[in-house]
């Protein structure tokens, strides 16, 4: 394990955090390789959007940065259990794209009445969040610790909790949903700093029925991710 934590890096820089869109008068229900993932990351172009004027700098902190650190209930993650939090972010655009896409539609595919639901459609925004912290390093390690990117977490955790119950303000960690990605997981908000609105994503998931390999059991449903910049 020593092995393991031997390497950091001094993060100074603008990192994506991509949450779903809350509007400025509401704080509601702030929480977080598929098909057509490659083509949508390729195809969202950046376009940077306006702040919006009268919007509290207040607002844009407590949405794009202070709210995993001060909400009554941890989610557990890939590096927390669930007893203290973590702020996921990238170093790169494509890969937050990435990572929500996964995520979400392992969410929506757990929705009851989706059958009935031809189209899903979810708001997001990308925040630039200036990180300036030293950060453990594990992006360069998976060759040799494969579990980094397991589906199972258990591992994940059990780091995630070492570093944060000794202080490290966060580690870097390869993407396991976008090759060469990496993410940022941060585990003290004093290291982020200056949150600026930079995309407003549209999320699309049409819902369709493919025949079974067995013809004899029915359909299966997948959903289809369709994604707009604005």
């Not at 990572?99 to 979400?104: D, G, K, L, P, V």
């Amino acid at each position: 394990m020593s092995d393991l934590f031997d390497t950091v890096r001094e993060l100074k820089q603008d990192i994506f955090r991509n949450i779903v869109y809350i509007r400025p008068d509401s704080f509601s229900d702030l929480h977080d390789n598929e098909p057509n993932a490659e083509n949508i990351a390729r195809n969202a172009v950046s376009n940077v959007i306006d702040a919006g004027a009268g919007i509290p700098l207040e607002f844009h902190y407590m949405t794009a940065i202070q709210y995993p650190f001060e909400t009554d209930h941890f989610m557990a993650s890939r590096y927390s259990d669930g007893t203290f939090p973590v702020w996921y972010g990238s170093l790169e655009q494509e890969t937050t794209l990435y990572e929500t896409i996964h995520h979400m539609m392992k969410e929506e595919m757990k929705i009851e009445n989706i059958k009935s639901i031809p189209v899903i459609t979810r708001e997001r925004i990308i925040y630039h969040v200036y990180c300036n912290g030293i950060l453990i390093d594990l992006s360069k390690k998976t060759k040799f610790f494969p579990k980094l990117i397991s589906e199972d977490y258990l591992e994940t955790q059990k780091i995630g909790k070492q570093l944060y119950q000794q202080g490290f303000p966060g580690l870097l960690a390869y993407s396991a949903r976008y090759p060469n990605g990496t993410n940022a997981n941060i585990f003290k908000s004093e290291i982020l700093f200056d949150p600026k609105p930079y995309t407003k994503l549209i999320y699309q998931l049409y819902c369709v029925f493919r025949p079974h390999p067995n013809s004899n059991s029915g359909n299966i449903r997948t959903l289809i991710p369709v994604l707009s910049v604005h």
